[in-house]
């Protein structure tokens, strides 16, 4: 429903690359060659060589996320996207841009303290560049050195631990929805 500008994708160019992060950056191919250019010139993706990597079009969320080299996510903190950085471990910088995303921003970053904010105030679908390069820099920081890192880094991985241990068998999941099974199946029966 969103779809990210071609001056939207240069601020978010410009923070990751200032924020000296390494990166994979996955974004939807709904632009076209012109205003790639506009957005990402070649002399940009030249320097960010060996820093970013850039993914056009869909990239294996999950896999990604949970490689070990993974040290955070940026997401807009969709419901899927959200449960994936939980279950991977992975502490997260959060821009909602629409909807419930900025209630499970609240959930990543106050509740489960597992998340900084990139400080996304409005809703994208009002127009308008709502992630400021300068926030997103900041943030990638933030979530990636220092204490306050380390510390979402292990509230995370603890969670991350707690989501695999209940899928798994005699896990709390594994057993509700074993058991949401078999209550349609007699239901079905019946």
């Not at 994708?9 to 191919?29: D, M, P, R, T, Y």
């Not at 990239?59 to 990604?64: D, G, K, S, T």
């Not at 910088?93 to 489960?112: D, G, H, M, R, W």
């Not at 560049?129 to 995370?156: C, F, H, N």
């Amino acid at each position: 429903m969103v779809s990210f500008s071609a001056s939207q994708l240069k601020e978010i160019a410009k923070g990751l690359e200032a924020s000296g992060q390494q990166f994979i950056w996955v974004v939807k191919n709904t632009i076209n060659s012109q205003e790639e250019e506009a957005w990402l010139p070649a002399r940009s993706e030249k320097r960010m060589e060996g820093k970013g990597l850039i993914i056009r079009g869909w990239a294996p969320q999950v896999l990604i996320l949970d490689h070990e080299a993974i040290g955070g996510f940026v997401t807009h903190c969709g419901w899927n996207s959200t449960v994936e950085g939980i279950a991977s471990g992975v502490p997260m910088a959060t821009c909602p841009l629409s909807a419930e995303q900025f209630y499970n921003e609240k959930l990543v970053t106050q509740i489960l303290k597992i998340g900084i904010r990139i400080g996304v105030q409005e809703q994208a679908l009002s127009g308008g560049d709502r992630i400021k390069s300068e926030a997103l820099e900041k943030a990638v920081s933030q979530l990636m050195e220092g204490e306050e890192a380390e510390e979402m880094r292990s509230r995370a991985a603890a969670f991350g631990k707690m989501a695999r241990k209940a899928v798994e068998e005699g896990g709390s999941s594994y057993s509700d929805l074993n058991a949401l099974i078999d209550e349609l199946s007699f239901c079905r029966q019946g």
